[in-house]
Nanobody, 115 residues
């Protein structure tokens, strides 16, 4: 059974960067599109970046040009490089398939951008 574990979050100042990592147990990255999602208090969970098995990427307009998603199927990992972070990026970040599967939602990793 597949489990997804997110890591790499933290507290940073505006303009700084973070790199999030999603590690999977079991086989999934080689056969599924993957995405990074985030949820801030009072807001719905949203897809911020996705990547297909072939490497095609899509980004939410709010992060386009600042975030980069990548995957390493051999290592069962998917990364999210987040540059030029803004306070509005503050949220809990999750990885999942795209479209997401209920069984794969984990605890996520907290990203806080504040002065």
């Amino acid at each position: 059974q597949v489990q997804l574990v997110e890591s790499g979050g933290g507290l940073v100042q505006p303009g700084e960067f973070l790199r999030l990592s999603c590690a999977a147990s079991g086989t999934i990255f080689s056969i599924k599109s993957m995405g990074w999602y985030r949820q801030a208090p009072g807001k719905q969970r949203e897809l911020v970046a996705s990547i297909t098995t072939g490497g095609s990427t899509n980004y939410a307009n709010s992060v386009k040009g600042r975030f980069t998603i990548s995957r390493d199927n051999a290592k069962n990992t998917v990364l999210l490089q987040m540059n030029s972070l803004k306070p509005e990026d503050t949220a809990v970040y999750y990885c999942n398939t795209d479209p997401p599967a209920w069984v794969y939602w984990g605890q996520g990793t907290q990203v806080t951008v504040s002065s």
